[in-house]
Structure formats: structure tokens, C-alpha cells
């Protein structure tokens, strides 16, 4: 009884891994396609802060929110989509008269910051562990053309095998770099929200939290 039961669940482990081969070989690819649409969007951002006649943060948000009618214009000068509508909800939050609105619009911006960044911090953990197990996954049907000598099989499997593993890590490299270079370049807008907010009303206490829970969880 324990040799059929012992059986019977080497049985089960193998056929569940073996349905999740193909999905994970298409994850994989997913997270590829992902990675490579983060690094277009960052291209854009940095395209945003580099081009001719781009100004600081500090003063596009002082400027939207010293005429908050035409705060929608202003805020086109901003580095980013985040920090854009960062600079009109600052701008709605200063004409509003409401003496919590700006401080409710940095946290509004913290939360975007943090959903924007999970997707990558997500990838760095997915795109090896996709790696993994698409690399382990084609190693037992391999093995077992290995005992009936079909060589040719095997050679496709551990093909497929070692393309998985540098998918994944390729996948967590380049998502961790974007993971660094988005915390360094939000924390340092965020740094200028704050001096424009401080500019406008010197007497409102630093946002700091902000920059302590991106920089805490870059990685």
C-alpha cells in the first residue's frame, strides 16, 4: 500500500508539473513582453526630463499652482505622467482653499508611485522564478528520452530548458534596474512637489513619508 500510494502521488506531482509547462513557458514570455513595455514607458519619462526646455519639477508645480486655471498646461511640462497629474491635483488642491487637500494630493501621489513600482519589484521575483521552473519542468521528460536513448529529444528539451533560465533572469536584471532607476527619479520629484508646496505654504510640514516608503521598498 505505501509503494502504490507512494506511486501514486509521483504520478500526480509529475502530471501537475507537465500541465504547466506550456503556461509557464508563456508566462515567461508575458513577463518578457512586460519588461520590455516598462522599458518604453521609462524611455519616455526620461525622453520627458532631457528634452530642451524641460524645468525642474519645483517650478512647473509652483507655476500650476500659482494659476491653477491653467494648471492643465502647465503640468504638460512635467517629467512623467505620475508626477503630471501630481502637479494638477497640487494645483486643484492650492485653489480649493481646504487645508488638508495639498497634503491629501502628495499622499494620492505616494500611492501612485507605489502601484507603478510594484510592477516591476513584481518581476524581479516572477521572471526567475518562471525561469526556474521552466528550466525544471522539460528536465523529466528529457530524462526519460535520456533512458530511451532518443538524444534528439532530449537535446529539444534542454533547449527549451536553458532558454527559460535566461529569460527569467533577463527578466529580473532589467526589471530590478528599472525598479532603481524609477525609486531614485520618483523620490526626487517627489523632493520637488514638497519644496514647491513649502514655497507656497512655508508653515506645512514635509511630506518626508513618502520618500522613506519608496526608498524602503525599492528593492
Given at each position: 500500500m505505501i509503494v502504490i500510494?507512494?506511486?501514486?502521488?509521483?504520478?500526480?506531482l509529475s502530471s501537475i508539473a507537465a500541465a504547466l509547462g506550456e503556461p509557464v513557458h508563456i508566462a515567461a514570455v508575458i513577463a518578457m513582453a512586460l519588461v520590455a513595455l516598462e522599458l518604453g514607458r521609462i524611455a519616455m519619462e526620461a525622453w520627458r526630463?532631457?528634452?530642451?526646455?524641460?524645468?525642474?519639477?519645483?517650478?512647473?508645480?509652483?507655476?500650476?499652482?500659482?494659476?491653477?486655471?491653467?494648471?492643465?498646461?502647465?503640468a504638460r511640462g512635467a517629467p512623467g505622467p505620475l508626477s503630471e497629474r501630481a502637479v494638477i491635483d497640487l494645483a486643484a488642491a492650492a485653489g480649493s482653499g481646504r487645508a488638508d487637500a495639498i497634503e491629501n494630493a502628495l499622499a494620492d501621489y505616494e500611492l501612485r508611485i507605489q502601484r507603478r513600482l510594484d510592477r516591476t519589484r513584481m518581476l524581479v521575483r516572477a521572471g526567475p522564478a518562471l525561469?526556474?521552473?521552466?528550466?525544471?519542468?522539460?528536465?523529466?521528460?528529457g530524462l526519460s528520452a535520456l533512458g530511451r536513448g532518443s538524444f534528439g529529444e532530449l537535446a529539444t528539451d534542454l533547449k527549451v530548458a536553458f532558454a527559460a533560465t535566461v529569460i527569467?533572469?533577463?527578466?529580473?536584471?532589467?526589471a530590478f534596474a528599472l525598479t532603481l532607476a524609477r525609486t531614485r527619479a520618483y523620490t526626487e520629484d517627489l523632493a520637488g512637489l514638497e519644496r514647491a508646496v513649502a514655497g507656497r505654504a512655508p508653515g506645512m510640514p514635509a511630506h518626508h513619508r513618502v520618500a522613506a516608503a519608496v526608498g524602503e521598498h525599492a528593492t
Amino acid at each position: 500500500m505505501i509503494v502504490i500510494g507512494a506511486d501514486l502521488v509521483a504520478r500526480t506531482l509529475s502530471s501537475i508539473a507537465a500541465a504547466l509547462g506550456e503556461p509557464v513557458h508563456i508566462a515567461a514570455v508575458i513577463a518578457m513582453a512586460l519588461v520590455a513595455l516598462e522599458l518604453g514607458r521609462i524611455a519616455m519619462e526620461a525622453w520627458r526630463r532631457v528634452r530642451p526646455g524641460a524645468l525642474p519639477l519645483e517650478d512647473v508645480a509652483s507655476r500650476a499652482m500659482a494659476a491653477p486655471s491653467d494648471a492643465d498646461r502647465i503640468a504638460r511640462g512635467a517629467p512623467g505622467p505620475l508626477s503630471e497629474r501630481a502637479v494638477i491635483d497640487l494645483a486643484a488642491a492650492a485653489g480649493s482653499g481646504r487645508a488638508d487637500a495639498i497634503e491629501n494630493a502628495l499622499a494620492d501621489y505616494e500611492l501612485r508611485i507605489q502601484r507603478r513600482l510594484d510592477r516591476t519589484r513584481m518581476l524581479v521575483r516572477a521572471g526567475p522564478a518562471l525561469g526556474l521552473m521552466g528550466t525544471l519542468i522539460p528536465l523529466a521528460p528529457g530524462l526519460s528520452a535520456l533512458g530511451r536513448g532518443s538524444f534528439g529529444e532530449l537535446a529539444t528539451d534542454l533547449k527549451v530548458a536553458f532558454a527559460a533560465t535566461v529569460i527569467g533572469i533577463l527578466v529580473g536584471t532589467i526589471a530590478f534596474a528599472l525598479t532603481l532607476a524609477r525609486t531614485r527619479a520618483y523620490t526626487e520629484d517627489l523632493a520637488g512637489l514638497e519644496r514647491a508646496v513649502a514655497g507656497r505654504a512655508p508653515g506645512m510640514p514635509a511630506h518626508h513619508r513618502v520618500a522613506a516608503a519608496v526608498g524602503e521598498h525599492a528593492t
